[in-house]
């Protein structure tokens, strides 16, 4: 019995499905989840453009989608690493005096690999479609749950002037009044 057709995917089918995706990024969870309904509405977009391989159905759709996201998780942690210099078309940019760390690397991150010498090209639209992706931390403003941060009370005012005793300056204000 032969092995069942896998879906293959070109450059052009996945610009379809992040196009897509990018138009309705509003559909999207927090964490960029798409509901099942948005996948099955780009799948005939990116079949229509198959040349080969299974058809590219809602599932496939979300699944390449999962596998991009996981891509575009790493290449995150490949921009922030110390010691190599990050390229949209040359990836970390790895050269003879770099080599040694590089491959210590791939032995823990395999998946890496392919970044070496090589960017990826769809870094910048994955950053529209999933933008709180590339920040994190505790103090991190994310409007969709009302986080701003480390949740501790601002300093104690009036923290601006300066001092050289530990006592607040007292402050003023001004009232106008009606009438004069």
């Known amino acids: 019995m032969p092995e069942p057709q896998r879906a293959q995917w070109n450059q052009e089918d996945e610009n379809v499905l992040l196009d897509y995706l990018l138009e309705h990024k509003s559909e999207?969870?927090?964490?960029?989840?798409f509901k099942q309904t948005v996948f099955?509405?780009?799948?005939?977009?990116?079949?229509?453009?198959?040349?080969?391989?299974?058809?590219?159905?809602?599932?496939?759709?979300?699944?390449?989608?999962?596998?991009?996201h996981k891509t575009y998780q790493?290449?995150?942690?490949?921009r922030s690493l110390s010691g190599w210099t990050w390229s949209d078309k040359t990836g970390c940019s790895i050269t003879a005096d770099s080599l040694?760390?590089?491959?210590?690397f791939i032995a823990k991150t395999p998946a890496a690999k392919p970044f070496k010498n090589k960017g990826w090209a769809h870094f910048d639209k994955m950053t529209l479609i999933l933008p709180d992706m590339a920040v994190r931390g505790?103090?991190?403003?994310?409007?969709?749950?009302?986080a701003t941060g480390v949740d501790t009370p601002p300093?104690?005012?009036?923290?601006?002037?300066?001092s050289s005793s530990s006592s607040p300056i007292p402050i003023t204000l001004y009232e106008p009044t009606l009438g004069h």
């Open 28 to 33: 999207a969870g927090d964490g960029g989840n």
């Open 40 to 68: 099955e509405a780009a799948a005939p977009l990116v079949e229509a453009i198959r040349e080969v391989g299974a058809p590219k159905t809602a599932s496939v759709c979300k699944g390449k989608f999962v596998a991009l």
């Open 74 to 78: 790493l290449v995150l942690k490949l």
């Open 100 to 104: 040694g760390t590089w491959e210590a």
């Open 138 to 146: 505790g103090n991190v403003y994310r409007p969709s749950d009302g």
């Open 155 to 162: 300093p104690p005012y009036p923290s601006f002037c300066p």
